[in-house]
């Protein structure tokens, strides 16, 4: 199994609401990664879990909140966002020490 | 951390060779030069990785100087499905892999 699963697909969300997005990997890859994509531009690391522990994040504000509950599972927990969060949510797997990651389809987000 | 910069958009025909050329002046020596394609609202797919020289796979090559302050990427007998953005990385196994701003690539009939 070579894919990196992620749902939803598309989310549409207020700004007083709570949710989460998930991502799931069986290749057996022990650092996960989320990243934020707006349009037109490359993908922007928020944070990295390596062996189900937090290792980076780039300065995220808290209203992002992750969580890797195995090392097959990361979830991103989204509370209280803005307008301006909306984006293309990608989430990517890599062997520990790799330079090659495995992305995700995305997660198409909309605050309203 | 390398930056790397990458034309915005190039156009070519079916069939025909294409070359993405990729500047990294400041790449370090461990770092890689990864090259991902991405086609829109999907997440980026890996094409190919290498470190020196020449690198060939089954959809691309990569070719990097001695001096390894460019790759370029080399897409033979494309076709209008190569229509996507491809973008250059370096990095080491540090995480961060610095992101290039992408090449638009339209391929016509």
């Known amino acids: 199994d070579t894919e990196v699963t992620q749902t939803p697909k598309h989310l549409v969300m207020g700004m007083t609401n709570k949710k989460s997005l998930k991502c799931e990997q069986h290749m057996g890859h022990r650092a996960m990664y989320w990243y934020k994509q707006k349009a037109k531009k490359p993908p922007e690391l928020m944070f990295v879990y390596s062996y189900e522990k937090l290792s980076i994040n780039e300065s995220v504000p808290s209203r992002f909140s992750p969580e890797c509950p195995n090392s097959s599972l990361l979830n991103l927990h989204l509370h209280a966002l803005q307008p301006e969060d909306s984006a293309l949510y990608l989430c990517?797997?890599?062997?520990?020490?790799?330079?090659?990651?495995?992305f995700g389809p995305g997660t198409r987000l909309l605050v309203l | 951390l390398a930056k790397t910069t990458q034309p915005i958009s190039m156009d070519s025909y079916e069939g025909q060779e294409v070359n993405i050329t990729c500047s990294h002046n400041?790449?370090?020596?461990?770092?890689?030069i990864t090259w991902y394609q991405q086609f829109p609202s999907q997440g980026p797919r890996f094409i190919i990785q290498g470190y020196k020289t020449k690198v060939t796979n089954e959809v691309a090559s990569l070719f990097i100087p001695a001096d390894r302050k460019s790759s370029t990427l080399s897409l033979p007998r494309v076709s209008l499905s190569d229509t996507a953005v491809y973008y250059c990385l370096v990095g080491d196994s540090n995480y961060q892999l610095i992101w290039g701003a992408g090449t638009k690539l339209i391929i016509k009939p």
């Open positions: 990517a797997s890599s062997q520990e020490g790799s330079e090659t990651q495995y």
């Open positions: 400041n790449i370090a020596t461990n770092d890689y």
